[in-house]
């Protein structure tokens, strides 16, 4: 199957910096990669559809002035949590759809674990 | 909208026994339909998938699951769990378009495995 890589797994950062974090399909292209946020026992919520050389598509509720996507290449994408604020303290995974003739399946990173003190 | 239940929030049950976990969606057409898992601090690993065709479908690590229509469920089962199969099981449900259409995810269900 397809892997997509999200680095870092974890990261601690001081309230009011910013966090990048990165998402990489590694053995395909990725048009449209997707960010979800996931609070602790809860299901995983999409923040954003992350489209290669255009603007991203945010979620009803989402702050796209806080949680900046950058999608450059068709391998990367990248999220970055400006000004964090230990509220913004989850679990951020991306996910990358693969086509294969009149099939499609999601792949998904290992995931982010974001705390801010 | 679709959207995705997960009735149940907790399951426990004996390694060995049989395992049921519920799932019912609601979308406007025929849709795509997923079942994940996920360990403690881990991404999601796809378990099988529903497109077409043959509504009971197998998936990996002995899981299977049957779509049906009429009640608008995909529900999750295996014959006999294994201690490692304890985790957190999302149902997912996509738009049966072939462009890049969002996932819509069930709340979860955490399986536990008891001795």
């Known amino acids: 199957g397809a892997v997509v890589s999200q680095h870092p797994s974890w990261v601690i950062c001081k309230s009011g910096t910013s966090v990048k974090i990165e998402c990489r399909s590694l053995?395909?292209?990725?048009?449209?990669m997707f960010w979800y946020r996931q609070f602790p026992k809860q299901s995983l919520m999409l923040m954003a559809t992350?489209?290669?050389?255009?603007?991203?598509?945010?979620e009803q509720g989402v702050e796209k002035d806080k949680f900046l996507i950058n999608h450059a290449s068709l391998t990367l994408s990248t999220l970055t949590v400006t000004s964090a604020h230990p509220e913004d303290s989850s679990f951020y995974i991306c996910s990358a759809r693969v086509f294969r003739d009149r099939d499609t399946e999601a792949f998904f990173g290992q995931g982010t674990r974001l705390t801010v003190v | 909208a679709q959207s995705v239940t997960q009735p149940d929030i907790h399951i426990t049950v004996s390694e060995g026994a049989s395992l049921e976990l519920r799932c019912n969606y609601s979308?406007?057409?025929?849709?795509?339909l997923f079942w994940y898992v996920q360990s403690p601090g881990q991404g999601l690993q796809l378990l099988l998938k529903?497109?077409?065709?043959?509504?009971l479908v197998q998936g990996i690590k002995g899981f299977e699951a049957e779509f049906k229509r009429s009640q608008s469920s995909f529900n999750l089962r295996k014959p006999s769990v294994h201690w490692s199969d304890a985790a957190e099981y999302f149902c997912?449900?996509?738009?049966?378009?072939?462009?890049?259409?969002?996932?819509?995810f069930g709340t979860g269900t955490r399986l536990t495995i008891i001795p």
């Open positions: 979308y406007g057409a025929t849709p795509y």
């Open positions: 053995d395909f292209q990725a048009t449209t």
């Open positions: 992350s489209n290669e050389g255009s603007k991203a598509t945010y």
């Open positions: 997912a449900v996509g738009a049966r378009r072939g462009g890049n259409e969002k996932l819509t």
């Open positions: 529903y497109f077409s065709g043959d509504t």
